[in-house]
């Protein structure tokens, strides 16, 4: 596996070793030992799979409590895939990076815990399959204001994105819950 570390200390882009042939390809996406000597050691306890249509944005999420570290890829489609810095001791605190992840490159995106997560669709329709690393808990989740100028994230936007109620409702950065004495 090939690792490209990003501007943002822990957030990571994975390249898988692919073998194919005429007859199609294998890779293994995930393997416990592979992940801890590239600095990811945690334990995965839940996997998710969503699929949203072109321009569909999500995001920016994060759970203050029961932190989440997220390992996304895309087995479908294409996403413009986001991690914001929300850890408040961190030189790069409210800074953000970002890579296309897509079924044809193949690549995964490590997002550790003190980081909001966001997407936005670039293809006709992406299917996404992310691990966490805790549990989803509703009552601690929270979103930053996906377009807020603070951030001023680069999206690579074709017309208005779509959004839900949920992010179009979002606290902006300046607002939002951060992790306090994060590590740099």
């Not at 995930?30 to 998710?48: L, T």
């Not at 074709?158 to 607002?175: E, L, M």
């Amino acid at each position: 596996m090939n690792v490209v570390t990003t501007s943002l200390s822990g957030v990571l882009i994975l390249e898988p070793k692919v073998f194919g042939d005429e007859r199609g390809f294998f890779l293994e996406s995930f393997n416990e030992r592979a992940m801890r000597s590239v600095g990811i050691d945690v334990h995965f306890v839940q996997d998710n799979h969503s699929r949203s249509a072109h321009n569909v944005l999500r995001g920016l999420h994060y759970q203050i409590e029961q932190t989440q570290g997220k390992l996304v890829r895309a087995v479908s489609g294409a996403i413009f895939d986001v991690a914001v810095d929300l850890r408040a001791g961190s030189d790069t605190f409210g800074k953000w990076t970002a890579v296309e992840l897509s079924a044809e490159n193949k690549r995964m995106f490590w997002i550790p815990a003190g980081f909001a997560h966001g997407f936005l669709v670039l293809s006709e329709s992406a299917d996404v399959l992310y691990k966490a690393s805790d549990y989803y808990a509703p009552q601690f989740e929270r979103t930053v204001l996906w377009n807020d100028p603070q951030i001023a994230i680069a999206w690579p936007l074709d017309g208005a994105p779509i959004v839900s109620a949920k992010d179009a409702a979002a606290v902006p950065f300046a607002k939002a819950d951060v992790f306090e004495g994060a590590g740099k």
